[in-house]
């Protein structure tokens, strides 16, 4: 259940829909888990063990329903078993049961700033323990398998040291990646995010849905790495969830996916290519999309479970391990350092890495999602001002709540629908209105600098090929960046910098659009910024520096584009 509440300033709202919602998700939220551990997993491979991730407002929510009765009254204790087999751990001592690290409110964290990361995951490593009774692991399993390396910073500093990550990205990265076309459902790799060094053992997995072809010698663990725009890289461990094998599996488990068949392809390719590293194995995880679709029937925990482990129990060439085994047998090699590109998983339309499903309509004079983006901005830096203010009493906790659940990624996901539409507008209102007063005080001796939206580039491969006609197509040459940019005190100047394959650095002065055109009567809402760079620009990497009427300055993180 991503969504938080389907009224994002009333925690008790409710309807009959949540409570057949709830009410079919009996097993999924109590005794499936518990259960695949019991029954199977359980005394029977000693390093075995299963990932799970829970937002803090599905918790909230179940016990909710355990304290009022709602969804017919079947949750009732519900966390028990889950907690009982919480305790229980593999042969090197950690989880069998690895509460994942995750965001509160299942926020999209590439596109919302630093500290809101920071505190999401603070905030559902609380809740975690609370009702599990073990501390959310330092392993981050992102929302919508969303990620861009220029949040490696912020989950360091929210004590997370691995993050899981779709394989697709690491693949694409590669120089000399086999690109599928249309079959693929994305765009080609712009060519300043294939950083990667040349692989040869490329391959077509046959049997399951894969459009296109994966490097079996690049499932494991490695050190994903950025550099922010003063220079400084930062790493952290990244696990690749399988993209084309893990959604086979989401669909039902063992029969959906044939794991000897298929993943005997990979086994033999890596045998063929000679590229087995014994002190870093193979490993990769089957992800499945939660309580939906396959992964909410008892039999893929139960029957499903048990097959594997059968397999693994008579099949020397596979192991199921946890991932805090693996990197605790197999140590990441600290050198093995690589450019992942951004993006999510196939679910999300392919997971594209313009996070396309969350900027639908962006190329239109209106978009319900840009809007969304430019209230939640302002929202943003409204919260932000108060916290460094000093205040920390019962209104800031009131409205950074309700700005956490206003960057609920669903309120994106679920365009062109009113109800999800409207729903940033109407938190950021209501903070507003509690809000006002207090920003009108703290404006006098304001110190929090802009807050600026993550830059988005249209065309995504200027002077490359795009989408048009359903094909692919030449794409415009001029290479437009947008973002959005506000501050309490008003804006002074926004600029786009950037450095070209020579290192020079040069800058640019983004042009101000005005506020954005909010049409779901929003009490705040930040101003649009454009720039536009000519065809042949280059390789280059870009930040942008928005300055406030008291000098504060903020830079936006880190991108690359190749302009053709």
Same mark, same amino acid.
């Given at each position: 259940?991503?969504?938080?509440?389907?009224?994002?300033?009333?925690?008790?709202?409710?309807?009959?829909?949540?409570? +057949?919602?709830?009410?079919?998700?009996?097993?999924?939220?109590?005794?499936?888990?518990?259960?695949?551990?019991?029954?199977?997993?359980?005394?029977?491979?000693?390093?075995?063990?299963?990932?799970?991730? @829970?937002?803090?407002? $599905?918790?909230?929510?179940?016990?909710?329903?355990?304290?009022?009765?709602?969804?017919?009254?079947?949750?009732?204790?519900?966390?028990?078993?889950?907690? +009982?087999?919480?305790?229980?751990?593999?042969?090197?001592?950690?989880?069998?049961?690895?509460?994942?690290?995750?965001?509160?409110?299942? *926020? $999209?964290?590439?596109?919302?700033?630093?500290?809101?990361?920071?505190?999401?995951?603070?905030?559902?490593?609380?809740?975690?323990? !609370?009702?599990?009774?073990?501390?959310?692991?330092?392993?981050?399993?992102?929302? !919508?398998?969303?990620?861009?390396?220029?949040?490696?910073?912020?989950?360091?500093?929210?004590?997370?040291?691995?993050?899981?990550? +779709?394989?697709?990205?690491?693949?694409?990265?590669?120089?000399?990646?086999?690109?599928? /076309?249309?079959? !693929?459902?994305?765009?080609?790799?712009?060519?300043?995010?294939?950083?990667?060094?040349?692989?040869?053992?490329?391959?077509?997995?046959?049997?399951?849905?894969?459009?296109?072809?994966?490097? *079996?010698?690049? &499932?494991?663990?490695?050190?994903?790495?950025?550099?922010?725009?003063?220079?400084?890289?930062?790493?952290?461990?990244?696990?690749?969830?399988?993209?084309?094998?893990?959604? !086979?599996?989401?669909?039902?488990?063992?029969?959906?996916?044939?794991?000897?068949?298929?993943?005997?392809? &990979?086994?033999?390719?890596?045998?063929?290519?000679?590229?087995?590293?014994?002190?870093?194995?193979?490993?990769?995880?089957?992800?499945?999309?939660?309580?939906?679709?396959?992964?909410?029937?008892?039999?893929?925990?139960?029957?499903?479970?048990?097959? &594997?482990?059968?397999?693994?129990?008579?099949?020397?060439?596979?192991?199921?391990?946890?991932?805090?085994?693996? $990197?605790?047998?197999?140590?990441?090699?600290? %050198?093995?350092?690589?450019?992942?590109?951004?993006?999510? @998983?196939?679910?999300?339309? %392919?997971?594209?890495?313009?996070?396309?499903?969350?900027?639908?309509?962006?190329?239109? +004079?209106?978009?319900?999602?840009?809007?969304?983006?430019?209230?939640?901005?302002?929202?943003?830096?409204?919260?932000?001002?108060?916290?460094?203010?000093?205040?920390?009493?019962?209104?800031?906790?009131? &409205?950074?709540?309700?700005?956490?659940?206003?960057?609920?990624?669903?309120?994106?996901?679920?365009? /062109?629908?009113?109800?999800?539409?409207?729903?940033?507008?109407?938190?950021?209102?209501?903070?507003?209105?509690?809000?006002?007063?207090?920003?009108?005080?703290?404006?006098?001796?304001?110190?929090?600098?802009?807050?600026?939206?993550?830059?988005?580039?249209?065309?995504?491969? *200027?002077?490359?090929?795009?989408? /048009?006609?359903?094909?692919?197509?030449?794409? *415009?040459?001029?290479?437009?960046?947008?973002?959005?940019?506000?501050?309490?005190?008003?804006?002074?100047?926004?600029?786009?910098?950037?450095?070209?394959?020579?290192?020079?650095?040069?800058?640019?002065?983004?042009?101000?659009?005005?506020?954005?055109?909010?049409?779901?009567?929003?009490?705040?809402?930040?101003?649009?910024?454009?720039?536009? $760079?000519?065809?042949?620009?280059? %390789?280059?990497?870009?930040?942008?520096?928005?300055?406030?009427?008291? /000098?504060?300055?903020?830079?936006?993180?880190?991108?690359?584009?190749?302009?053709?």
């Amino acid at each position: 259940m991503h969504q938080p509440y389907y009224d994002a300033v009333d925690v008790d709202y409710w309807d009959g829909e949540k409570d +057949d919602i709830f009410s079919q998700r009996q097993g999924a939220y109590t005794r499936y888990i518990p259960e695949a551990v019991w029954q199977y997993i359980h005394g029977g491979l000693s390093h075995a063990g299963l990932s799970t991730s @829970w937002s803090g407002s $599905l918790i909230e929510q179940l016990h909710r329903c355990a304290d009022t009765g709602r969804a017919n009254g079947v949750f009732q204790n519900w966390q028990q078993s889950l907690y +009982d087999v919480a305790q229980q751990t593999t042969a090197f001592n950690n989880p069998r049961v690895n509460f994942t690290a995750f965001g509160y409110f299942h *926020p $999209l964290m590439p596109l919302i700033p630093e500290r809101d990361v920071i505190g999401q995951i603070e905030w559902h490593r609380k809740i975690v323990q !609370e009702t599990f009774g073990i501390p959310a692991s330092d392993v981050l399993f992102p929302p !919508e398998t969303a990620f861009q390396a220029h949040m490696i910073p912020a989950l360091k500093k929210a004590g997370v040291n691995v993050v899981i990550y +779709d394989s697709i990205h690491h693949f694409r990265a590669c120089q000399d990646y086999p690109y599928a /076309g249309m079959n !693929e459902g994305m765009l080609p790799p712009n060519p300043s995010d294939q950083l990667n060094s040349p692989v040869d053992d490329w391959l077509q997995v046959n049997n399951v849905w894969a459009p296109s072809q994966i490097s *079996p010698q690049l &499932l494991k663990p490695c050190m994903l790495t950025y550099t922010d725009h003063q220079g400084e890289t930062h790493d952290i461990i990244g696990v690749p969830a399988e993209r084309y094998l893990g959604n !086979e599996d989401a669909r039902g488990g063992y029969g959906a996916l044939q794991y000897e068949q298929v993943m005997g392809q &990979l086994y033999d390719q890596i045998v063929k290519t000679n590229t087995y590293d014994p002190k870093h194995p193979p490993f990769f995880i089957l992800h499945s999309d939660g309580d939906n679709h396959g992964g909410g029937a008892e039999s893929y925990y139960t029957s499903n479970t048990g097959r &594997l482990v059968e397999m693994c129990q008579n099949d020397p060439r596979f192991q199921l391990i946890s991932i805090q085994d693996y $990197l605790q047998q197999f140590p990441v090699d600290p %050198n093995n350092k690589v450019h992942v590109e951004a993006g999510s @998983w196939a679910g999300a339309d %392919n997971g594209d890495p313009q996070f396309t499903k969350w900027f639908s309509m962006a190329e239109q +004079d209106y978009s319900p999602d840009l809007n969304s983006w430019s209230v939640l901005t302002a929202l943003q830096n409204v919260v932000h001002s108060i916290e460094d203010a000093g205040e920390n009493g019962e209104l800031y906790q009131t &409205l950074r709540r309700l700005l956490y659940t206003a960057e609920t990624s669903c309120y994106w996901y679920w365009t /062109g629908q009113a109800v999800w539409d409207g729903q940033v507008t109407q938190a950021a209102n209501q903070a507003w209105s509690l809000a006002e007063d207090w920003v009108q005080k703290i404006a006098k001796w304001d110190k929090t600098a802009p807050t600026i939206f993550m830059p988005w580039v249209r065309p995504a491969n *200027p002077g490359g090929q795009t989408w /048009g006609n359903h094909c692919l197509t030449a794409a *415009p040459e001029e290479a437009t960046f947008r973002t959005f940019v506000y501050d309490i005190v008003g804006v002074k100047s926004v600029v786009l910098h950037y450095f070209a394959e020579d290192k020079k650095a040069q800058s640019v002065e983004m042009e101000d659009l005005g506020v954005y055109p909010s049409q779901t009567q929003a009490s705040i809402v930040a101003n649009q910024y454009m720039a536009i $760079l000519p065809k042949g620009t280059g %390789n280059i990497r870009y930040f942008v520096e928005a300055v406030d009427a008291k /000098g504060n300055t903020a830079h936006s993180p880190m991108g690359q584009v190749f302009i053709h």
